[in-house]
């Protein structure tokens, strides 16, 4: 270990040569390991929003996502297991629909699908890609916009109807002529 102001002076001489990727690199690992330090003797409350920060396991790709970039949609804890568990739920909730029910066909292809490209093993940002339908958590937000939908569709039923539908053509009803 070396002395902390040295590794400063070290980044400040190599910002002044112009090696700025090595210096802002440096200037991260600096404070990363300062708050590391700080943490490890802070009381475990204080911690809360760092736990693993400075394990060396820490910075994975799919640790890194704080924010999904959309207001008001945060960012899931367990993507792969919360989604999947979501596509369970709408599937075991569309089961009242009848088979030939076309609302039942799409929403059963819908979520079979997206489960078992969920289980495949792919990483997040390859579900996102494959599934192409936006983030993950966005998929989540469809799915419990589905879970909400269920229910009001087995209130209104609109498998069955028992009435025709006529279509009426009137032959001008703009009153305009066409040339």
């Not at 708050?35 to 994975?60: I, K, Y």
């Not at 008001?72 to 909730?93: H, R, T």
């Not at 879970?147 to 025709?164: C, Q």
Request: glycine share 4%; net charge neutral; hydrophobic share 30%.
């Amino acid at each position: 270990r070396t002395n902390p102001k040295r590794r400063l002076a070290r980044a400040n001489r190599e910002r002044e040569r112009g090696d700025y990727h090595q210096s802002i690199d440096r200037s991260i690992m600096l404070f990363r390991s300062a708050l590391c330090r700080h943490l490890r003797r802070c009381d475990s409350s204080s911690r809360r929003g760092f736990v693993g920060f400075c394990s060396p396991t820490s910075m994975t790709r799919e640790q890194q996502k704080t924010t999904t970039g959309l207001v008001g949609l945060p960012v899931l804890n367990d993507p792969i297991a919360s989604y999947a568990k979501l596509c369970d739920q709408v599937l075991d909730a569309i089961k009242f629909v009848p088979d030939h029910a076309a609302y039942r066909t799409i929403v059963t292809q819908t979520y079979e699908h997206r489960k078992s490209v969920t289980l495949s093993g792919k990483t997040v940002p390859e579900i996102e890609e494959t599934i192409a339908a936006g983030q993950i958590e966005e998929l989540a937000m469809q799915a419990r916009d589905e879970l909400d939908l269920i229910p009001k569709m087995r209130e209104w039923k609109p498998w069955e109807f028992e009435h025709e539908i006529e279509i009426e053509k009137e032959e001008n009803p703009t009153g305009i002529e066409k040339n």
